[in-house]
């Protein structure tokens, strides 16, 4: 693999202006992906699924070098329809389109930061890797006071051009005070075997407030890793929602620093997988001042030989007294082949606080489907009823009406 | 000043923290076959028996030290260490207590421990165990005469090979992590007991460990085997002199229960925990580990962790036997500059197999406390069930409490719940039981004493007593 990636990663420097300083830096980092590599099940945090193994097994051979000369055609019947919103579109990992329409020109920035080295705040190989060889990235600043009119969608979009390749993407977001993003991460693939890797950063002043939608829904048989880490500012609030569901494998991660006082963080998730697919969310909330609070809710509904992680961890240091952290994973196992596994997590130092968690994990209430069935329904009918119930929970937890809408209608859940 | 004040008072140092000046018997120190071959020379073991710690020792070279636990320690020099040491007086050994050196009598009298028969405590057989060796156990004979075999476990190599052969390495194999596989090359005594098919066992079981030696490891090994449709309660308790290094005590305690028997094992462990500055005090790195094997079998554990400067070990169960069942049920208690991570492992096996998880933890100074926990059910154990449930009280904020459980479930059929919480002592309980005349001090003894009632009551009576004292004790000056 070594060879491989020198030369990508020489082809991919040859197509960018950097100085050599730069060249320099991401040569550093391309140096401590190849001492690390993928990261395996030796790994504490990989421990349930190892990623090292599944891109050996689903893929093979990666390649790292994409030519991103030449334009794609962006495909407009693909858009979401009946909500209107602002775009960004990646097709194949190459940035095509970024409009905000419907808002202000003066009150969003977007800023070129592809010939600027930005570190992330997280020293793991794939963010080596990320860093190495992202090709174009872009800040995104939302003003102070300045509340977006409509949701921001981005279309990551792939399609069979690309084959065994791996794409890094990565994009900061930076609101300022009193400001508010909706933002609906939407994948849609009609590519096979592509590992992508997308790193976000978020940065929130005082009293904004972000929304972070992630809807992985449409069947694929790609590879995903997603990282986003979000730091929080006083009276801030971010709302995160994952609908895990599309992809052979998926691992979303939420890092959340709360580190402004009364600021909250919520995390709610839905794996829905079948057939082999592996999911994992982990969720890291670090609890660093007084008065913070945190909330995450993870059900996960696992058919035929599919496999489910949670890794949830709350942290809370000494000073961050008066914390609330509640954390809940249910999930509901159909087929005995299915696995879930949770690893939830306390790390307190403080001891005015309130900090819980529960996990749950078993079969269909045969009590209900019982219930169900005496009132006329039949088996399948009664399943389905119990699990649409079951997930409804989590999506009605969304706080934005259009996106709960949105999201409702993509998976079919009744009300 | 009430009764319990006083008695608080004298026990506010450690009480057990006195050396006994005895002549000693040691191994030369430092770790290599010739060590393990002393010790197995002056035990005058068979070769099997020095075949399998030598195979433990190969083992051993090539196993690194594991460094995933939360509370780190300085790294121990395993050739600085004496692997044997007993009392001169022990190298005969004794026939019956009269000819026992009293000094050592004295010492175990000092420890509230009477081995003298006509002094016997409720009827509790007890194998005292004093730094290397067993020194004495009690009714014997009254055992015998219902087939019990409890004796030290050097006496079992010796008078009954083939029940030690066939269990002893068939839970904890030699082949297991460092510290069990450091145990199984220079483990040197420790208790064992076999209860017959069917026999209820009359009376508790017991034994005392007590490190005295400095610059020792202790390392015992108990194996317990219960034969079909048996039960039997077996309690441990542990003490040690205050000294300024830290001592290592790496134990391995194996349970066998076959079809229908029970196994219930409650531990007091109340090791030199170091003094208020965090200086000195017992390693306590144990591997403990129950096999269900029989169906309907059962294996309960109950530990009441207060002493150790760390204390790390996850008393398991193994639930092989189609509906057999575990249990978990655990205090620990973390003061000053104590450090500790445990909790158990339920690795569900067989159909219809149960286990109950219930961990209580409170920590307070500078301590840090964590409980990590592995619930796997595979996918064979079809309507299996698991309940956890951890909690940790925090009093103060120099201290920390953790909460890692891992939950794997591999059968649809199979329930896993867990639950966790951490929190304080709320201001109002306090209130309202200083409104009622109580003290601070009391008050809070009072409430820990309620958090930690569900693990309490399932100690036998005597150390039921022993243990919410050593609750009271071990908090001490953490209020306020």
């Known amino acids: ?415 | 000043m009430d009764n319990r004040q006083k008695e608080i008072d004298n026990l506010k140092d450690y009480k057990y923290g006195f050396t006994t000046d005895i002549e000693n018997t040691r191994a030369p120190k430092g770790l290599n076959e010739d060590v393990i071959k002393f010790i197995s020379n002056i035990k005058k073991e068979p070769k099997w028996m020095l075949d399998f710690r030598l195979k433990a020792f190969e083992r051993f070279k090539q196993l690194k030290e594991p460094d995933w636990q939360k509370p780190k320690y300085p790294k121990i020099d395993y050739q600085d260490l004496y692997y044997y040491s007993a009392p001169k007086s022990m190298k005969d050994k004794p026939k019956n207590l009269d000819d026992l050196d009293p000094k050592l009598l004295e010492t175990y009298k000092k420890l509230g421990i009477p081995l003298q028969e006509q002094k016997r405590l409720n009827g509790i057989a007890v194998d005292a165990v004093f730094d290397s060796v067993s020194v004495a156990t009690t009714f014997r004979e009254e055992l015998t005469k219902q087939g019990i075999i409890f004796c030290p476990i050097s006496e079992a190599i010796q008078n009954h090979p083939e029940l030690v052969k066939k269990y002893l390495g068939s839970v904890i194999p030699v082949t297991d992590h460092f510290f069990a596989t450091l145990n199984s090359a220079v483990f040197t005594d420790g208790s064992f007991a076999y209860i017959p098919e069917g026999v209820r066992c009359p009376m508790e079981l017991s034994t005392y460990f007590r490190i005295n030696a400095s610059n020792t490891g202790q390392f015992e090994r108990t194996l317990i085997v219960a034969d079909k449709g048996s039960y039997v309660s077996y309690l441990e308790g542990c003490t040690a002199p205050m000294r300024d290094e830290n001592q290592l005590h790496a134990a391995n305690v194996e349970l066998v229960a076959l079809d229908d028997a029970e196994i219930k094992y409650s531990t007091v462990q109340n090791w030199y925990p170091g003094d208020k500055d965090g200086k000195g005090g017992i390693y306590n790195f144990v591997t403990k580990r129950g096999l269900c094997k029989g169906k309907n079998s059962k294996i309960s554990w109950t530990q009441v962790e207060t002493g150790s400067a760390i204390t790390w070990k996850y008393p398991s169960c193994i639930l092989k036997g189609d509906n057999s069942v575990g249990e978990f049920y655990s205090i620990a208690i973390t003061n000053n500059h104590q450090k500790a991570d445990t909790g158990t492992k339920m690795i569900h096996l067989g159909k219809n197999t149960k286990s109950k998880i219930i961990s209580k933890g409170i920590s307070a100074g500078f301590s840090d406390m964590t409980y990590r926990g592995l619930v796997d059910i595979s996918s064979k154990a079809t309507n299996s069930n698991n309940y956890t449930q951890c909690d940790s009280l925090l009093m103060g904020n120099k201290c920390g409490a953790h909460t890692i459980p891992y939950i794997k479930n591999k059968n649809s059929e199979s329930n896993i719940a867990h639950e966790a919480t951490t929190s304080k002592i709320s201001e109002e309980q306090l209130h309202y039981c200083q409104q009622r005349g109580l003290s601070a001090e009391e008050a809070v003894g009072l409430i820990v004493n309620g958090f930690c009632k569900e693990v309490l009551q399932q100690l036998p009576m005597e150390f039921a007593v022993e243990a919410q004292k050593l609750v009271g004790i071990s908090l001490e000056g953490s209020v306020g």
């Open chain 1, 1 to 415: 693999m070594k060879e491989q990636l020198q030369k990508d990663f020489d082809n991919t420097i040859r197509n960018l202006t950097l100085s050599q300083k730069d060249i320099e830096i991401k040569k550093f980092y391309l140096d401590n992906f190849i001492n690390k590599g993928f990261p395996n099940r030796k790994e504490e945090d990989w421990k349930f699924s190892d990623l090292n193994q599944i891109i050996k097994k689903n893929i093979g051979e990666l390649s790292f070098y994409s030519d991103y000369t030449s334009t794609n055609k962006v495909d407009t019947s693909a858009f979401v329809d009946g909500l209107e919103h602002n775009k960004i579109v990646f097709i194949n990992g190459r940035i095509e389109k970024i409009d905000f329409d419907y808002e202000k020109k003066d009150q969003i920035e977007i800023i070129d930061q592809s010939e600027t080295i930005n570190k992330f705040n997280n020293n793991s190989s794939l963010s080596d890797l990320n860093s190495a060889f992202t090709n174009k990235s872009f800040k995104i600043v939302v003003k102070e006071g300045y509340k977006l009119t409509k949701p921001l969608i981005i279309y990551h979009t792939t399609n069979s051009k690309i084959w065994s390749k791996n794409i890094n993407l990565r994009l900061n977001f930076e609101l300022y005070e009193n400001s508010s993003l909706r933002l609906i991460d939407l994948f849609r693939d009609t590519s096979e075997k592509n590992f992508l890797n997308i790193f976000y950063n978020f940065d929130l002043k005082e009293s904004s407030i972000l929304k972070n939608y992630k809807v992985d829904k449409f069947e694929n048989k790609n590879i995903k890793y997603s990282f986003n880490n979000i730091e929080q500012d006083k009276n801030s609030i971010s709302e995160t929602f994952i609908l895990s569901s599309g992809s052979n494998f998926c691992k979303n991660e939420i890092n959340c620093n709360l580190n402004g006082e009364y600021s909250s963080a919520f995390v709610n998730g839905i794996f829905s997988i079948n057939n082999n697919k592996h999911h994992e969310i982990r969720t890291i909330i670090n609890h660093l001042t007084e008065n913070t609070k945190s909330y995450q809710l993870i059900k996960s509904v696992l058919e035929d030989s599919s496999r489910a992680v949670y890794q949830g961890k709350i942290f809370v240091n000494s000073k961050a007294q008066k914390t609330d952290g509640y954390q809940l994973s249910k999930a509901i196992l159909l087929n005995k082949d299915s696995e879930f596994n949770a690893k939830p997590e306390l790390e307190i130092y403080a001891d005015d606080v309130k900090c819980s968690h529960g996990s749950a994990s078993g079969s269909l209430n045969e009590d209900s489907i019982f219930y169900l069935m005496s009132r006329g329904l039949n088996y399948q009918q009664s399943r389905e009823l119990l699990i649409n119930g079951f997930l409804l929970d989590v999506v009605e937890k969304i706080t934005d009406p259009e996106v709960k809408n949105l999201i409702k209608n993509m998976i079919g859940i009744k009300e």
